[in-house]
């Protein structure tokens, strides 16, 4: 049975530039239960500035309407749990010898995900490293 997906910015990206993976996202899109944060839109938007891909927030908003992926809110609660996550991804990368990646976008969209018990869709499987109860993974490449 289809379920809410929480996407990431490189989900996002993977869709928007045709990358590795966007058959993937696209078939989340596809059924109408694709959703991201605003912090995730952000930083799909300032990478496809970065990249200098000549595609416009006005566009890419457009797309995104147009495959149904939601802007769902960021609320008080989940900055807190967006602050326990960093703590967690700290504690792993003190005595793991493989590094996650932690940005604000990223412990955002699970603490997010973590209250819409929605699963989160990222590029690879990093975060499945963490111990993170009520949190749901999927790589999609």
Sequence with gaps: MPQESLLDASALLALILRESGWKVIDA????GLALTTPIAL???LEICRQKQ?????????????????????VVEEDA???GYIYKKAAEHNVKSKRQIHVSLA?????AVGKRLE???VFSDNEWEL???PGVRVLPFR
């Design 42 to 44: 952000a930083e799909t």
């Design 106 to 110: 990223d412990v955002m969209l699970l």
């Design 28 to 31: 989340i899109a596809e059924s």
């Design 80 to 82: 807190v749990e967006a």
């Design 118 to 120: 929605t699963l989160v």
């Design 53 to 73: 891909t000549g595609i416009s927030r006005d566009e890419i908003r457009t797309l995104l309407s147009l495959k149904n992926i939601n802007v769902v809110p």
């Design 130 to 132: 963490i111990d993170l």
